[in-house]
C-alpha cells in the first residue's frame, strides 16, 4: 500500500486574461520511508504542488489519498519544512521547537521529552536557551526541522530547505538533514533546483516539464551501501551519469 498517492491531479487558475494551466495530469506515488525529490525548470509548479499534498492549495481536478484514505482526514499526519527557517527571533531555541505543541494544545510529558531527545541527539541540547540569532544558518536549518518533527507528522515536505544557505554549509546541512529523517523513520518529498542535492538524497527524482508541468521522467536512483551520507553518493562513479541524464532532459525544456 501507498503511503501517498496523488491520481490525475489538474490545477487552473483563473486570471483576466484566461485560464491558466499549472499542473496537468499529474500521477505519483510514494511508500513508505521513501525520499524522492522533484525536480523542474523555474516556475513550472513544483512548490504549488507540494502545497497541493499538504492540503493548502485544492487542485482544479483528480484525486489524493493518503493510506487509502482522504487528505482531508490526513492533512495533520504532515510536516512543512520551508526555504526559511521561520524560527521567532525573540523566541528560545526550545520554545521555537515546541510552538506547534502549544498551538495544538499538546504539551504533553511524552511530546515534550521527545523534542528534548531530538536537540540532545542532534547536538542542539547546549543551545536551547539561546536565541535564533545567536545560532549558524545550518543550526537553525536543524532546529527548524526539529520543531518540525516535534508533532511526530509521517511525511515531511521539504521546499528547498537548503537554498538559503552557503555551498559549503550547504553540504554538510544535507548531510545532517538526512540523517535526522534516516534515524527519525521519515518519508519525506523535497522540491529543489539542485540536481546534485536531489541525486544524492534520494531514492526517485521526478522530473517535471514546463508549464502546464506533468511528469516527464520518474528516475530511480542507485548507490552502494558505502555511499550512505549525501557526500558519500557525490563521488559515486554514477553520480555524473545521473547527473548528465537529469540535465539532458532539463536542458531540453
Not at 499549472?22 to 524522492?36: P, S, V
Request: charged fraction near 30%.
Amino acid at each position: 500500500m501507498s503511503l501517498l498517492e496523488l491520481k490525475d491531479i489538474n490545477l487552473n487558475y483563473h486570471s483576466k486574461s484566461g485560464e491558466i494551466k499549472t499542473l496537468t495530469n499529474i500521477d505519483l506515488k510514494l511508500n513508505q520511508g521513501e525520499f524522492i525529490t522533484v525536480l523542474g525548470p523555474s516556475g513550472c509548479g513544483k512548490s504549488t504542488l507540494l502545497n497541493i499534498i499538504s492540503g493548502l492549495i485544492p487542485p482544479s481536478s483528480g484525486d489524493i489519498t493518503f493510506k487509502n484514505e482522504s487528505l482531508e482526514l490526513n492533512k495533520d499526519k504532515m510536516g512543512y519544512m520551508f526555504q526559511k527557517d521561520h524560527l521567532f527571533p525573540w523566541l528560545s531555541v526550545w520554545n521555537n521547537v515546541i510552538l506547534p505543541l502549544k498551538i495544538k494544545h499538546e504539551l504533553k510529558k511524552e511530546k515534550l521529552e521527545k523534542a528534548e531527545e531530538l536537540l540532545k541527539a542532534y547536538a542542539l541540547w547546549e543551545f536551547k536557551d539561546r536565541l535564533p540569532t545567536d545560532l549558524s544558518g545550518g543550526m537553525r536549518q536543524r532546529v527548524a526541522l526539529i520543531r518540525t518533527l516535534t508533532l511526530d507528522p509521517e511525511l515531511l515536505l521539504l521546499d528547498e530547505p537548503f537554498s538559503a544557505l552557503d555551498y559549503l554549509t550547504r553540504l554538510k546541512v544535507c548531510d545532517e538533514v538526512y540523517e535526522i529523517i534516516k534515524k527519525e523513520g521519515k518519508t519525506a518529498i523535497m522540491v529543489t533546483h539542485d540536481i546534485s542535492e536531489a541525486i544524492s538524497l534520494s531514492q526517485r527524482v521526478i522530473i517535471l516539464s514546463r508549464r502546464p508541468a506533468y511528469v516527464k521522467k520518474e528516475l530511480t536512483i542507485n548507490f552502494s551501501e558505502a555511499a550512505d551520507t549525501p557526500f558519500k553518493r557525490r563521488k559515486e562513479e554514477n553520480f555524473r551519469k545521473y547527473f548528465d541524464e537529469i540535465w539532458g532532459d532539463l536542458d531540453e525544456q
